[in-house]
Protein backbone atom coordinates (compact mmCIF):
# COMPACT_ATOMS: atom_id res chain seq x y z
CA UNK A 1 0.00 0.00 0.00
CA UNK A 2 1.36 3.73 -1.03
CA UNK A 3 1.98 5.82 1.69
CA UNK A 4 -1.42 8.54 1.53
CA UNK A 5 1.10 11.83 -0.07
CA UNK A 6 2.60 8.72 -2.70
CA UNK A 7 -0.23 9.78 -5.50
CA UNK A 8 0.95 13.45 -5.92
CA UNK A 9 4.22 12.04 -7.02
CA UNK A 10 2.42 10.06 -10.01
CA UNK A 11 1.34 11.82 -13.71
CA UNK A 12 -2.46 11.93 -13.72
CA UNK A 13 -4.59 9.40 -15.69
CA UNK A 14 -4.08 10.54 -19.70
CA UNK A 15 -7.86 8.56 -19.71
CA UNK A 16 -9.20 11.00 -16.97
CA UNK A 17 -7.48 14.22 -18.60
CA UNK A 18 -8.98 13.30 -21.89
CA UNK A 19 -12.31 11.95 -21.03
CA UNK A 20 -12.71 15.55 -18.97
CA UNK A 21 -11.33 17.74 -22.25
CA UNK A 22 -14.02 15.60 -24.43
CA UNK A 23 -16.89 16.24 -21.80
CA UNK A 24 -15.93 20.10 -22.07
CA UNK A 25 -15.75 20.23 -26.20
CA UNK A 26 -19.11 18.26 -25.99
CA UNK A 27 -20.79 20.47 -23.27
CA UNK A 28 -19.18 23.70 -25.20
CA UNK A 29 -20.61 22.57 -28.66
CA UNK A 30 -24.37 22.47 -27.30
CA UNK A 31 -23.89 25.60 -25.47
CA UNK A 32 -23.73 24.72 -22.08
CA UNK A 33 -21.07 26.75 -20.41
CA UNK A 34 -21.34 26.43 -17.19
CA UNK A 35 -21.18 22.83 -17.91
CA UNK A 36 -18.21 22.91 -20.23
CA UNK A 37 -16.16 25.61 -17.05
CA UNK A 38 -16.57 22.54 -14.68
CA UNK A 39 -15.15 19.87 -16.72
CA UNK A 40 -11.97 22.33 -17.49
CA UNK A 41 -11.23 23.20 -14.29
CA UNK A 42 -10.80 19.13 -13.38
CA UNK A 43 -9.13 18.90 -16.53
CA UNK A 44 -6.73 21.95 -15.42
CA UNK A 45 -6.73 21.05 -11.80
CA UNK A 46 -5.25 17.19 -13.42
CA UNK A 47 -3.00 18.84 -15.75
CA UNK A 48 -2.39 22.52 -14.58
CA UNK A 49 0.10 23.41 -17.33
CA UNK A 50 -2.35 22.06 -20.06
CA UNK A 51 -2.27 24.77 -23.38
CA UNK A 52 -5.21 23.34 -25.37
CA UNK A 53 -7.09 22.96 -21.82
CA UNK A 54 -6.63 26.54 -21.38
CA UNK A 55 -7.53 27.69 -25.25
CA UNK A 56 -10.81 25.71 -25.27
CA UNK A 57 -11.48 27.79 -21.73
CA UNK A 58 -11.04 30.72 -23.30
CA UNK A 59 -13.21 30.25 -26.20
CA UNK A 60 -15.64 29.36 -23.93
CA UNK A 61 -15.57 32.24 -21.58
CA UNK A 62 -15.33 34.52 -24.61
CA UNK A 63 -19.05 32.79 -25.73
CA UNK A 64 -20.35 33.86 -22.22
CA UNK A 65 -19.11 36.91 -22.28
CA UNK A 66 -16.41 37.27 -19.61
CA UNK A 67 -13.95 38.95 -22.00
CA UNK A 68 -11.00 39.57 -19.15
CA UNK A 69 -11.32 35.95 -17.96
CA UNK A 70 -11.07 34.91 -21.80
CA UNK A 71 -7.88 36.63 -22.32
CA UNK A 72 -6.82 36.18 -18.96
CA UNK A 73 -6.83 31.95 -19.97
CA UNK A 74 -5.33 32.58 -23.50
CA UNK A 75 -2.57 34.18 -21.66
CA UNK A 76 -2.13 30.98 -19.08
CA UNK A 77 -2.33 29.22 -22.11
CA UNK A 78 0.55 30.95 -23.80
CA UNK A 79 2.08 30.36 -20.91
CA UNK A 80 1.97 26.74 -21.60
CA UNK A 81 3.05 26.85 -24.97
CA UNK A 82 4.72 30.04 -26.33
CA UNK A 83 4.59 28.70 -30.15
CA UNK A 84 0.73 28.09 -29.90
CA UNK A 85 -1.01 29.50 -33.21
CA UNK A 86 -4.20 29.12 -31.64
CA UNK A 87 -3.34 30.08 -28.11
CA UNK A 88 -2.03 33.27 -29.86
CA UNK A 89 -5.07 34.11 -32.47
CA UNK A 90 -7.13 33.64 -29.50
CA UNK A 91 -5.33 36.05 -27.20
CA UNK A 92 -5.79 38.21 -30.23
CA UNK A 93 -9.38 38.02 -31.08
CA UNK A 94 -10.03 38.38 -27.20
CA UNK A 95 -7.71 41.95 -27.06
CA UNK A 96 -9.87 42.75 -30.28
CA UNK A 97 -13.15 42.10 -28.51
CA UNK A 98 -11.82 44.68 -25.26
CA UNK A 99 -10.70 47.05 -28.21
CA UNK A 100 -7.30 47.03 -27.82
CA UNK A 101 -5.97 46.83 -31.46
CA UNK A 102 -2.64 48.15 -31.45
CA UNK A 103 -2.01 45.00 -28.41
CA UNK A 104 -3.90 42.71 -31.02
CA UNK A 105 -1.75 43.67 -34.00
CA UNK A 106 0.71 43.03 -31.92
CA UNK A 107 -0.24 39.70 -30.73
CA UNK A 108 -0.52 38.44 -34.64
CA UNK A 109 3.28 40.13 -35.20
CA UNK A 110 4.36 37.57 -32.76
CA UNK A 111 3.12 34.58 -34.61
CA UNK A 112 4.07 35.64 -38.25
CA UNK A 113 7.67 35.56 -35.93
CA UNK A 114 7.34 31.98 -36.03
CA UNK A 115 4.57 30.95 -38.57
CA UNK A 116 5.13 33.69 -41.39
CA UNK A 117 3.13 31.92 -44.05
CA UNK A 118 -0.04 31.87 -42.01
CA UNK A 119 -2.68 33.00 -44.19
CA UNK A 120 -5.27 33.59 -41.23
CA UNK A 121 -2.90 35.53 -39.27
CA UNK A 122 -2.46 37.99 -42.24
CA UNK A 123 -5.77 38.54 -43.56
CA UNK A 124 -7.14 39.50 -39.46
CA UNK A 125 -3.54 41.78 -38.84
CA UNK A 126 -4.86 43.55 -42.17
CA UNK A 127 -8.05 43.86 -40.72
CA UNK A 128 -7.07 45.56 -37.54
CA UNK A 129 -4.41 47.54 -39.34
CA UNK A 130 -7.80 48.72 -41.28
CA UNK A 131 -9.75 49.46 -38.19
CA UNK A 132 -6.84 51.80 -37.02
CA UNK A 133 -7.06 53.46 -40.08
CA UNK A 134 -3.38 52.30 -41.27
CA UNK A 135 -4.72 51.54 -44.54
CA UNK A 136 -1.28 51.39 -45.97
CA UNK A 137 -0.46 48.78 -43.88
CA UNK A 138 -3.48 46.17 -44.60
CA UNK A 139 -2.39 46.62 -48.09
CA UNK A 140 1.16 45.19 -47.06
CA UNK A 141 -0.66 42.32 -45.33
CA UNK A 142 -3.18 41.63 -48.12
CA UNK A 143 -0.56 41.38 -50.48
CA UNK A 144 1.53 38.86 -48.12
CA UNK A 145 -1.96 36.31 -48.49
CA UNK A 146 -2.24 37.30 -52.12
CA UNK A 147 1.53 36.15 -52.67
CA UNK A 148 0.80 32.93 -50.82
CA UNK A 149 -2.44 32.49 -52.40
CA UNK A 150 -3.47 34.94 -55.82
CA UNK A 151 -6.94 33.11 -55.44
CA UNK A 152 -7.75 34.65 -52.02
CA UNK A 153 -11.23 36.64 -52.90
CA UNK A 154 -11.16 38.16 -49.72
CA UNK A 155 -7.43 39.39 -49.97
CA UNK A 156 -8.52 41.02 -53.08
CA UNK A 157 -11.60 42.69 -51.63
CA UNK A 158 -9.83 43.78 -48.36
CA UNK A 159 -7.21 45.24 -50.41
CA UNK A 160 -9.82 47.31 -52.48
CA UNK A 161 -11.70 48.25 -49.64
CA UNK A 162 -7.99 49.99 -47.99
CA UNK A 163 -7.15 51.60 -51.70
CA UNK A 164 -10.32 52.95 -51.89
CA UNK A 165 -9.82 54.64 -48.39
CA UNK A 166 -6.61 56.13 -49.50
CA UNK A 167 -8.98 57.34 -52.91
CA UNK A 168 -7.00 54.66 -55.23
CA UNK A 169 -10.16 54.25 -56.61
CA UNK A 170 -9.35 52.78 -60.34
CA UNK A 171 -6.83 50.08 -58.32
CA UNK A 172 -9.80 49.52 -55.72
CA UNK A 173 -12.59 48.15 -58.61
CA UNK A 174 -9.97 46.14 -60.04
CA UNK A 175 -9.38 44.03 -56.85
CA UNK A 176 -13.21 44.32 -56.42
CA UNK A 177 -13.80 42.86 -60.10
CA UNK A 178 -10.99 40.46 -59.22
CA UNK A 179 -12.38 39.28 -55.80
CA UNK A 180 -15.84 38.95 -57.51
CA UNK A 181 -14.46 37.16 -60.05
CA UNK A 182 -12.98 35.01 -58.08
CA UNK A 183 -16.08 34.76 -55.92
CA UNK A 184 -19.34 36.13 -57.72
CA UNK A 185 -21.48 35.61 -54.62
CA UNK A 186 -18.65 38.01 -52.54
CA UNK A 187 -21.33 40.16 -50.85
CA UNK A 188 -18.18 42.04 -49.18
CA UNK A 189 -16.78 43.12 -52.54
CA UNK A 190 -20.19 44.00 -53.88
CA UNK A 191 -21.26 46.58 -50.56
CA UNK A 192 -17.89 47.99 -51.82
CA UNK A 193 -18.63 48.99 -55.16
CA UNK A 194 -21.69 50.52 -53.73
CA UNK A 195 -19.22 52.81 -51.73
CA UNK A 196 -17.46 53.34 -54.47
CA UNK A 197 -19.71 54.24 -57.63
CA UNK A 198 -21.47 56.12 -54.65
CA UNK A 199 -18.30 58.71 -54.08
CA UNK A 200 -18.28 59.00 -57.87
CA UNK A 201 -22.46 59.50 -57.93
CA UNK A 202 -22.96 56.88 -59.90
CA UNK A 203 -26.73 56.08 -58.00
CA UNK A 204 -28.28 53.99 -60.89
CA UNK A 205 -24.96 51.59 -60.61
CA UNK A 206 -24.69 52.02 -56.84
CA UNK A 207 -28.76 51.00 -56.86
CA UNK A 208 -27.80 47.79 -59.02
CA UNK A 209 -25.10 46.43 -56.47
CA UNK A 210 -27.16 46.89 -53.53
CA UNK A 211 -29.89 45.06 -55.47
CA UNK A 212 -27.77 42.06 -56.14
CA UNK A 213 -25.94 41.90 -52.58
CA UNK A 214 -29.37 42.62 -50.56
CA UNK A 215 -30.50 38.96 -52.86
CA UNK A 216 -27.97 36.91 -51.15
CA UNK A 217 -27.81 38.63 -47.70
CA UNK A 218 -29.77 41.56 -45.88
CA UNK A 219 -28.15 43.84 -43.87
CA UNK A 220 -28.75 47.11 -42.52
CA UNK A 221 -25.47 48.79 -43.83
CA UNK A 222 -26.89 47.35 -47.45
CA UNK A 223 -30.24 48.49 -47.26
CA UNK A 224 -28.82 52.25 -45.58
CA UNK A 225 -26.43 52.38 -49.19
CA UNK A 226 -29.40 51.57 -51.45
CA UNK A 227 -31.41 54.36 -49.55
CA UNK A 228 -28.68 56.98 -49.99
CA UNK A 229 -28.43 55.86 -53.98
CA UNK A 230 -32.19 56.53 -54.07
CA UNK A 231 -32.28 59.52 -52.51
CA UNK A 232 -29.15 60.44 -54.85
CA UNK A 233 -31.77 59.50 -58.01
CA UNK A 234 -34.66 61.95 -55.98
CA UNK A 235 -36.72 58.68 -56.32
CA UNK A 236 -37.80 59.48 -52.18
CA UNK A 237 -40.48 56.34 -51.94
CA UNK A 238 -37.94 54.27 -52.81
CA UNK A 239 -35.13 55.84 -50.60
CA UNK A 240 -37.61 55.76 -47.72
CA UNK A 241 -38.25 52.08 -48.05
CA UNK A 242 -34.67 51.54 -48.07
CA UNK A 243 -34.16 53.20 -45.03
CA UNK A 244 -37.69 51.98 -43.14
CA UNK A 245 -36.16 48.05 -44.29
CA UNK A 246 -32.47 49.02 -42.62
CA UNK A 247 -34.14 50.69 -39.46
CA UNK A 248 -36.05 47.61 -39.05
CA UNK A 249 -33.21 45.31 -39.34
CA UNK A 250 -30.97 47.64 -36.89
CA UNK A 251 -33.11 50.55 -34.93
CA UNK A 252 -30.09 51.95 -33.28
CA UNK A 253 -28.84 52.87 -36.81
CA UNK A 254 -29.09 56.60 -36.15
CA UNK A 255 -27.51 57.22 -40.10
CA UNK A 256 -30.84 55.99 -41.08
CA UNK A 257 -32.98 57.48 -38.86
CA UNK A 258 -31.48 60.74 -40.14
CA UNK A 259 -31.73 59.94 -44.26
CA UNK A 260 -35.28 58.86 -43.79
CA UNK A 261 -35.95 62.50 -42.41
CA UNK A 262 -34.38 63.36 -45.73
CA UNK A 263 -36.07 61.41 -47.68
CA UNK A 264 -39.95 62.01 -46.22
CA UNK A 265 -38.62 65.52 -46.82
CA UNK A 266 -38.18 65.44 -49.73
CA UNK A 267 -41.10 63.29 -51.24
CA UNK A 268 -43.56 66.21 -49.91
CA UNK A 269 -41.64 68.16 -52.91
CA UNK A 270 -40.74 65.44 -55.26
CA UNK A 271 -40.80 61.94 -56.40
CA UNK A 272 -39.77 59.72 -59.41
CA UNK A 273 -39.56 56.07 -60.32
CA UNK A 274 -36.66 56.20 -62.83
CA UNK A 275 -37.14 52.06 -63.90
CA UNK A 276 -35.35 49.06 -63.72
CA UNK A 277 -31.87 49.60 -63.51
CA UNK A 278 -29.84 47.67 -66.39
CA UNK A 279 -27.28 49.55 -67.12
CA UNK A 280 -26.64 53.46 -66.31
CA UNK A 281 -23.81 54.14 -68.13
CA UNK A 282 -22.10 50.43 -68.50
CA UNK A 283 -22.44 50.28 -72.27
CA UNK A 284 -21.03 52.68 -74.62
CA UNK A 285 -23.15 54.56 -77.46
CA UNK A 286 -23.29 52.42 -80.18
CA UNK A 287 -23.40 48.93 -78.29
CA UNK A 288 -26.18 46.67 -79.14
CA UNK A 289 -29.15 47.26 -77.23
CA UNK A 290 -28.11 51.04 -76.15
CA UNK A 291 -30.34 52.72 -78.90
CA UNK A 292 -33.55 50.51 -78.00
CA UNK A 293 -33.58 50.63 -74.28
CA UNK A 294 -36.34 52.21 -72.92
CA UNK A 295 -34.93 54.10 -69.60
CA UNK A 296 -32.22 55.49 -71.93
CA UNK A 297 -33.60 59.18 -71.58
CA UNK A 298 -33.25 58.89 -67.74
CA UNK A 299 -30.14 57.31 -67.76
CA UNK A 300 -28.30 60.41 -69.34
CA UNK A 301 -30.50 62.23 -66.23
CA UNK A 302 -28.43 60.51 -63.66
CA UNK A 303 -25.00 58.78 -65.55
CA UNK A 304 -22.25 61.45 -65.49
Known sequence: MLAPDA???????VDRLESAMHAARRAFERGDTDGALGQLGVALKLKPEYDAAWILKGHVLQKAGDREAALDAFMQSLKCSGDSKEGWMGLASALHELGRLKEEAEAYDRLLAFDPLSIEAWIDKGAVLHELKDYSGAIRCYEEVLALRPEHGAAWNNKGAALLRLGQEAEAAGCFEEALHLDPD???AMANRVYLY???AYHGEAVLWADRALRIREAPGL???KGLAHLGLLESTLAMRSFERALALDP???EAKAALRRATALRRKSDFYRGAYECFGTHLAGDPGC???EIRPRCREVTP
Not at 7 to 13: A, D, K, V
Open 223 to 225: WYA
Open 291 to 293: EEC
Open 7 to 13: TERFLPS
Open 252 to 254: TLK
Open 198 to 200: ETK
Open 186 to 188: CVD
